[in-house]
């Protein structure tokens, strides 16, 4: 009987995640039955949104004692399902586990040939349509207006600052390392990026690097940096709550300066989504995409951790920033 | 040579502002030219949103010595303009004079026979299109949802809760005295109303009222019960923010509790407005705010303050809720 690797939740987090919390264990793959596959998990997307549901504040949560779920490449390295022959990749909500079966519900097919297998999970996958319909549609840009992407060299935030680039915008990236701000003005092309850590009056270096104010902010952290970025929006200003990173191990409720008088006063637009409500338009932004990547006008970064085992430390990394675009574990 | 009477900023408020913040004076008003018609004022709106313009937080700005402005309705007293007859009635933004002279230039006629003079400046003004736009526009109702509204026996707020009902919501008003509970639960039909000031626990008294949750929050105070509200709202739920009267007087930014999150995880949308930006659509909210209130589907309440020297006092007023409904200054 063929036995995987799983990981599973071991305990709810509490504050910033740590190993302890998952826990390593294996289990029996059961054989293959009419109409199924088995798949060979070959890269797994670890995303500061599986936070939300490892604590319960956003839904479907995990359960204690269960796998882990996130975005995955698979390999089918089985089929008893005519829709699918061995040899061929799909990606799907899949649990962390090495090896699972599945009866074909909604895997998609990822053609290995067209991209690297890996920009299903970034730039051609939910991250890249996240920036794509979130810039779009809620940042609603126009040419020679000014956009703030915060976590600007990871995987949304640097998709999402050449979007603005693509759109007319002037782009304004917050990061956390100088090397990811030589990372995001040399290779994706921002304006000027800014280094919060090391700015000692992030509000004097917004107001500098945003001459005519902020008309669109890309937020991907929440926080004491958007709560400066929020101070600097012009009247109409638009906020794509895209993430809150620096918000999801609170263990209370963080204080912020009110925002309800900033937006009275200055006609502002803050708003959420969530990307699967996107899904009948998923082609129309993947095809966009592709063009742009295709033609050269849209790059990306990712950072690679290999070994299935270490899953939970990649995931962990993502809240010290450790990645530059996007974070996968390759198994 | 006519006199007229004027108040005018004399120091810009900090804080809550005291009458000593205003100066009553007398000033001599021009000969009418070619052109002009000569207007005395009949009553004058007072608004929260004015708080802004005194210390230049909304812009354009009262400037100190000059006379605060808010809208008025004028009698045509005389008249060297051939679309104005003595006798007539205008509204505009006009000085706090009662007397001045205008070209004519934006005055909008007022018909004394249709509806009471004073419902230009509250249901069919200023006062009932924010409501409208706000609500419909921003706050998208459906049948069965449930909608908040706070400052609900407020100008803008009973209008709102009346039209959250006429879309078949389920309607919450949060109110800070127990007659004005009994207002909008009798006058107004508000399902169920909360006293902020005398609940011992707002987001239990909130859940108690609203056991399907909060989809819309119709928001004119912002603050703590604001905060209690934006904690209740489900996701995809929607705030039009029209006004923040418990931060208007803050000397430094009030703290919330951080929404960013709430708004990531929620997928929430949280809109301010300039209600100029519906000018193109006035005539189709007036038309139809117009049918209710002849209908007997909506109603208003004022609190009509006598004297054109106690303008200061009535606006002070508002930030102490002293008014029901819409707060006017009759001359």
């Known amino acids: 009987m063929l036995q995987t690797n799983v990981i599973i939740l071991k305990t ?3 504050g910033l995640p740590k190993v302890s919390d998952f826990q390593l264990t294996t289990e029996e793959v059961p054989a293959l039955r009419a109409g ?6 070959v890269y797994i997307s670890v995303d500061p949104y599986l936070r939300g549901k490892m604590s319960g504040t956003k839904v479907p949560r995990f359960e204690v004692g269960q796998a882990i779920a996130s975005k995955v490449i698979a390999e089918v390295v089985d089929s008893n399902n005519d829709n699918f022959s061995q040899g061929e990749f799909v990606s799907h909500y899949l649990d962390w586990k090495e090896y699972q079966l599945s009866d074909g519900m909604g895997l998609v097919k990822v053609d290995a040939t067209a991209a690297p297998l890996t920009t299903a999970l970034g730039v051609l996958g939910i991250t890249g349509l996240s920036a794509y319909f979130a810039l779009l549609d809620i940042g609603q840009p126009k040419v020679g207006e000014t ?5 600007a ?4 935030g640097s998709i999402a600052g050449q979007l603005g ?7 304004v990236g917050l990061v956390g390392t100088d090397e990811k701000a030589a990372l995001i003005t040399s290779k994706f092309g921002f304006d000027e990026a800014i280094n919060y850590r090391t700015t ?7 107001a500098a690097a945003c001459p005519q104010g902020v008309d669109i902010y890309f937020d991907n952290v929440g926080g004491p940096i958007s709560d400066a970025v929020l101070a600097s929006l012009n009247p109409y200003g638009r906020v794509a709550a895209c993430g809150a990173i620096a918000n999801y191990n609170d263990t209370e409720p963080a204080l912020s300066p009110s925002m309800l008088p900033l937006v009275v006063y200055k006609f502002l637009t803050i708003r959420g989504f969530l990307i699967a ?7 129309e932004g993947l095809a966009q995409l592709a063009l742009w990547l295709k033609q050269g006008k849209l790059t990306y970064a990712e950072t690679i951790v290999q070994g299935f085992d270490r899953l939970p430390e990649a995931f962990i990394g ?5 990645n530059e675009g996007k974070m996968i574990v390759k198994i």
């Open 36 to 41: 199924e596959v088995l798949l060979k998990a």
């Open 318 to 322: 993502l809240f010290a920033g450790q």
């Open 165 to 171: 680039k693509l759109m007319g915008c002037r782009v």
């Open 12 to 14: 709810r987090p509490v």
């Open 277 to 283: 409500d996107y899904a009948a338009r998923f082609p």
């Open 153 to 156: 060299a990871g995987a949304v």
């Open 147 to 151: 956009l703030v992407v915060s976590g």
């Open 200 to 206: 000692p009056d992030l509000p004097a270096a917004l």
